[in-house]
T-cell receptor, first 115, second 112 residues
Framework: AQTVTQSQPEMSVQEAETVTLSCTYD???????LFWYKQPPSRQMILVIR??????QNATENRFSVNFQKAAKSFSLKISDSQLGDAAMYFC????????????FGAGTRLTVKP | DTGVSQDPRHKITKRGQNVTFRCDPI?????LYWYRQTLGQGPEFLTY????????KSRLLSDRFSAERPKGSFSTLEIQRTEQGDSAMYLC??????????FGQGTRLTVV
């Protein structure tokens, strides 16, 4: 069964600095999707970035980028120029290519941004 | 607002009572999901609909839980004879052809 592990329960970053959140996953499949979701306090979960496993190029969305290492089954999120609004829980998630219900989430990393 | 909408946002109920939550997905999305999230954990899959058909249910969904999606539009999640262990955030999400799911704000259930 696929599992997603986020080994950092909490992380802290100074405003304007860069932080990297870690995620590893376990799967026997070769094609899948990986996601980072952001959940601000008392607000809904929103998609930050998506990576297709068949793409070698790392996904980038403005200040957010990923380091996808397929062989190592690692999928880290880098947040550059951190802003106060980046403070939230961040969840790494995995979905198989062919099973639409099978999205597995990690336990999350709580990111604090210090002014 | 064209996002996923959930109602109510908060529900406090006494143990043993029944509760029902509603989810209105993004209108063009044919897939709808229910997740449960407890404090300090990521969402756990409960059940999945494609249009009006409930295609999969997690083992987490005991026989006290039932979900429906009549006419493939909104969905309801009912919990009968609530227990304290049911206290959690219940999240609804929807998707179409894209692999990512779009989440609602959730319903926080507290069983006292």
């Amino acid at each position: 069964a696929q599992t997603v592990t986020q080994s950092q329960p909490e992380m802290s970053v100074q405003e304007a600095e860069t932080v990297t959140l870690s995620c590893t996953y376990d799967t026997s499949e070769s094609d899948y999707y990986l996601f980072w979701y952001k959940q601000p306090p008392s607000r809904q979960m929103i998609l930050v970035i998506r990576q297709e496993a068949y793409k070698q190029q790392n996904a980038t969305e403005n200040r957010f980028s990923v380091n996808f290492q397929k062989a190592a089954k690692s999928f880290s999120l880098k947040i550059s120029d951190s802003q106060l609004g980046d403070a939230a829980m961040y969840f790494c998630a995995y979905r198989t290519l062919f099973n639409n219900n099978d999205m597995r989430f990690g336990a999350g990393t709580r990111l604090t941004v210090k002014p | 607002d064209t996002g996923v909408s959930q109602d109510p946002r908060h529900k406090i109920t006494k143990r043993g009572q029944n509760v029902t939550f509603r989810c209105d997905p993004i209108s063009e999305h044919n897939r709808l999901y229910w997740y449960r999230q407890t404090l300090g954990q990521g969402p756990e899959f409960l059940t999945y609909f494609q249009n009006e058909a409930q295609l999969e249910k997690s083992r987490l969904l005991s026989d006290r839980f039932s979900a429906e999606r009549p006419k493939g539009s909104f969905s309801t999640l009912e919990i009968q004879r609530t227990e304290q262990g049911d206290s959690a955030m219940y999240l609804c999400a929807s998707s179409s052809d894209f692999p990512e799911a779009f989440f609602g704000q959730g319903t926080r259930l507290t069983v006292v």
